[in-house]
């Protein structure tokens, strides 16, 4: 079918500085009415110009123009050839791991979300792939790591829980003389911050719950690919998994990437001090937060990141104050997730990390005593009162 695509053309905005593209978008103003914000195509199918010519939208599992401004708008963003939206993170996670074929064997992070471990240890393992997880903070641990069979190397850095920051540059490397596919989960930091694709990744993924939305008010995932010939396998994988993100949905995105980069400096500027007045409590016995300058990352951060973002954990005297703390706050809401306006604080012994069994918690320092919270926008001074009334009482 000849397809007379309206929206066939956009500008990748590459004189913009970044803080621009985020409020611009891809198309940005819609071309044919002027509307300002990009409109919602609350449709499920699309009418064919007449026999044979369609308007390149036929039905919108496969394509949907509020989808494709937020999909081409993440890969302006990331430096990628292309981006594809999904009903979560966990959504995006599966089409990048349905790139394995039987037998595939891949190593990741030993700290990774505990969703990307349910779906490496409850799903592909059934296929016969094989899962190694390692702490990746010392790339020999990678190297010894790698079979002839390993396809991928799945990466988050900072990681999730523990903060551990591990050189992008340099597993790229070891992924391109390996000949891998380096996928990296950029949900900690955003292309705000950091450029994984720029770094030699071959894939970001998202949670676009997180940073991305903002606001705590949307379920999605983005993944972006750096090689245009990755496309056709995860337009296919949109189209077939039918896990494509819906347009308001796709536009609430659209709407929080808006502020990414005033939010995402007031997350960094706020996470700094609270970080460092954690450090001062007596209750407090470690945190764990990339920005400090002892912190065994620091220097690659500096390489590799413009910022440190707003997640911070830190481990408590006691179960019991832990609990505490997580019963008394106040403004601060207890609750999963993070990358909103609002802080937020977690339990990863049996919230984010429930699925990772408990020796592994124990061997990576995720204890019962151990917090994460993740540093909203609010003013820095209400964050730490909070928290000084509910620790120290
Ligand atoms: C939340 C999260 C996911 C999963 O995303 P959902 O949108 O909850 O499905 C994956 N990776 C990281 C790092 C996350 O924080």
């Not at 919108?60 to 594809?84: C, D, H, K, W, Y």
């Not at 409850?122 to 010392?138: A, H, L, Q």
């Not at 190397?153 to 523990?162: A, D, K, Q």
């Not at 990339?290 to 910022?307: D, L, M, R, V």
Request: charged letters at 20%.
């Amino acid at each position: 079918m000849r397809e007379e695509c309206a929206y066939s053309e956009f500008d990748r905005k590459e004189n913009l500085h970044f803080d621009s593209k985020v409020v611009h978008g891809a198309l940005g103003c819609e071309p044919i009415t002027g509307a300002v914000s990009f409109p919602i195509f609350q449709t499920a199918t699309f009418r064919h110009v007449t026999f044979g010519v369609s308007t390149g939208y036929n039905y919108s599992r496969v394509q949907n123009p509020t989808r494709q401004e937020l999909e081409r708008t993440m890969a302006i963003l990331e430096n990628g050839a292309e981006g594809f939206a999904f009903t979560s993170g966990q959504a995006a996670n599966m089409a990048v791991f349905n790139l394995l074929e039987n037998g595939d064997h891949v190593i990741l992070c030993d700290d990774i979300y505990g969703g990307t471990f349910r779906i490496c240890d409850e799903i592909f393992s059934k296929f016969n792939c094989e899962f190694t997880y390692v702490d990746m903070t010392e790339l020999d641990n990678i190297k010894n790591a790698l079979r002839p069979e390993t396809k991928m190397i799945f990466l988050e850095t900072p990681t999730n829980p523990m903060m551990k920051v591990a050189d992008i540059q340099e597993i790229a490397k070891i992924a391109k003389e390996n000949n891998c596919i380096f996928v990296v989960d950029n949900t900690f930091l955003t292309p705000y911050f950091q450029k994984p694709l720029d770094l030699g990744a071959d894939i970001v993924v998202h949670s676009g719950t997180k940073y991305l939305t903002g606001h705590n008010d949307v379920i999605a995932g983005v993944v972006v690919v750096k090689d245009p010939a990755r496309i056709p396998f995860f337009q296919g994988q949109i189209k077939s998994m039918g896990a494509q993100l819906a347009p308001f949905d796709c536009w609430l995105i659209l709407r929080g990437l808006k502020t990414l980069s005033l939010r995402m400096r007031q997350h960094d500027e706020n996470a700094r001090k609270v970080a460092n007045w954690l450090l001062t409590q007596p209750k407090v016995k470690k945190v764990y937060y990339a920005g400090f300058e002892n912190h065994k990352g620091y220097e690659i951060s500096k390489k590799q990141c413009t910022g440190f973002g707003g997640m911070i954990s830190f481990e408590l005297d006691s179960e019991k104050t832990a609990q505490d703390l997580l019963s008394n706050v106040n403004m601060i809401l207890f609750a999963e997730s993070l990358g909103g306006t609002e802080t937020l604080i977690t339990y990863p012994w049996t919230q984010t990390h429930e699925s990772i069994p408990d020796d592994t918690k124990m061997a990576l320092g995720i204890t019962k005593a151990f917090v994460r919270i993740s540093i909203g926008i609010e003013n820095v001074d209400d964050i730490i009162a909070d928290l000084d009334q509910a620790l120290n009482r």
